[in-house]
């Protein structure tokens, strides 16, 4: 088990997609519950209601050429083998805890609440 200290960082999106990735490494997700305050949960919920994600990159343009490109793009929307969230009243605001089998694998401290 280890723990991911925020330093009373405010839960994003690049935050919650890197803590996503770390806790991927410690195994599959559909081993993996996220155990987090209802609170917490509302903000995250909050977070993933986009009803499109901005993505620029380059593309090849005219006389080959590099052109910056912008789009917008519908997410994906299959979470199946995504991690299961588990609401936990008892549950401190200020951290998440990514479970495997109801065992704490990773606790990531010290979020902004």
Do not use: W
Not at 43 to 48: F, K
Request: charged fraction near 20%.
């Amino acid at each position: 088990m280890f723990t991911v200290n925020a330093a009373g960082a405010k839960l994003t999106p690049t935050l919650f997609i890197d803590l996503y990735h770390r806790a991927k490494k410690l195994a599959p997700p559909r081993f993996l519950t996220l155990r987090i305050h209802p609170d917490r949960y509302k903000e995250l919920y909050a977070l993933a209601e986009i009803p499109e994600s901005i993505q620029i990159g380059p593309t090849p343009g005219p006389l080959g050429r590099q052109i910056v490109r912008v789009a917008c793009i519908k997410p994906p929307l299959g979470v199946a083998d995504g991690i299961a969230i588990q609401l936990d009243d008892k549950a401190d605001p200020s951290k998440m805890v990514f479970e495997i089998h109801g065992i704490a694998e990773m606790i990531v401290d010290n979020l902004l609440t």
